[in-house]
């Protein structure tokens, strides 16, 4: 048995519908599913997104497991962009905050940054050579974040 890779990531928010605008803003796209909780106001909505159709769910902090910290902080999952100074930048425009500036890892190409989001998820985004390899790039790929 192992992990056969990234299935679903789930950011939590106090307003799931200003988080699915904001989230239609960055990406572009809106959510393919929408749930509304027991008072009718949105619970959860999931967008798929990237080359496997990953899914980003956003869930309402009413169903967060007890004694979740409302700060950020735990794991951190990077999502591959092919121009990661210009996505970080358009982060920093629509309101996230860094949590970590774009820093090289090494020489041979990774470059890490990240945020939080308004809804206070961490968000990280990274190039990564390897994903490049795999999947091809797109528009941006040839350039190495400076």
């Given at each position: 048995m ?6 679903t990531i789930n950011y ?10 904001w ?5 572009g ?7 509304p909780?027991?008072d009718?106001k ?10 496997n159709e990953a899914?980003l769910?956003?869930v309402?902090?009413a169903f ?8 950020p ?10 121009d ?5 930048a358009r982060?920093l425009?629509?309101?996230?905050t860094?949590?970590e500036p774009?820093t090289?890892?090494g020489?041979?190409g990774?470059?890490?940054a990240s945020?939080v989001d308004p809804?206070?998820n ?6 990564n050579?390897h ?6 790039g797109?528009?941006g790929?040839a350039r190495l974040?400076?």
């Open positions: 192992s992990l056969r890779g990234f299935s939590w928010a106090d307003d799931v519908g200003a988080a699915a605008d989230y239609s803003e960055l990406l796209v809106e959510p393919y599913f929408q749930r909780g027991p009718g949105p619970a959860y909505a999931e967008f798929r997104i990237g080359d899914e769910g956003l309402s902090r967060a497991p007890p004694g979740l910290p409302a700060q902080g735990g794991a951190l999952m990077y999502w591959h962009v092919d990661l100074d210009g996505f970080v982060l425009e629509l309101g996230a860094e949590y774009i090289p890892r020489d041979n990774f470059v890490t945020v809804f206070g961490l968000l990280g985004v990274m190039y050579p994903y490049v390899q795999q999947f091809g797109g528009p790929a974040p400076e």
